[in-house]
């Protein structure tokens, strides 16, 4: 399983998600098999547009499995921290509906309000 996370801010624009999932699948030469969010911006209108213009599922990601994947993360960002208590939301929201044993193929990539990263399972 391919999972690309996303990690944005309030109101951000669908279009800007859809050009990150595509700038990461272009890295990766992946497609992904579902977007995860945390689950205070699954209700997002860009998040649920975004989902459907791709094609892809959509899953909520709750806090505590952000907060476990967190040591499995590359990159930090003291801003996430300070905002949310955790410092790494897309790569977490990848790497935790990815599966325990997920690699991250797409370490975060940073657009208009939103990041995005891609984690690959074992199985994928």
């Known amino acids: 399983m391919i999972v690309a996370g996303l990690g944005l801010r309030s109101g951000c624009d669908a279009q800007a998600l859809i050009a990150l999932v595509l700038a990461a ?41 952000l907060l476990a994947a967190q040591p499995r993360c590359m990159t930090r960002s003291a801003r996430a921290q300070a905002a949310i208590g955790v410092a790494s939301v897309a790569e977490g929201c990848a790497l935790a509906v990815a599966g325990p ?20 399972g074992e199985d994928a």
């Open 25 to 65: 699948q272009q890295r990766c030469g992946r497609r992904a098999d579902l977007v995860a969010v945390p689950a205070f911006r699954y209700r997002e209108a860009g998040v649920q547009a975004a989902a459907r213009h791709l094609g892809l599922g959509l899953r909520a990601v709750t806090p505590d499995e």
């Open 101 to 120: 044993h997920s690699r991250l193929i797409v370490p975060r990539l940073t657009g208009s309000g939103a990041t995005c990263a891609m984690a690959q």
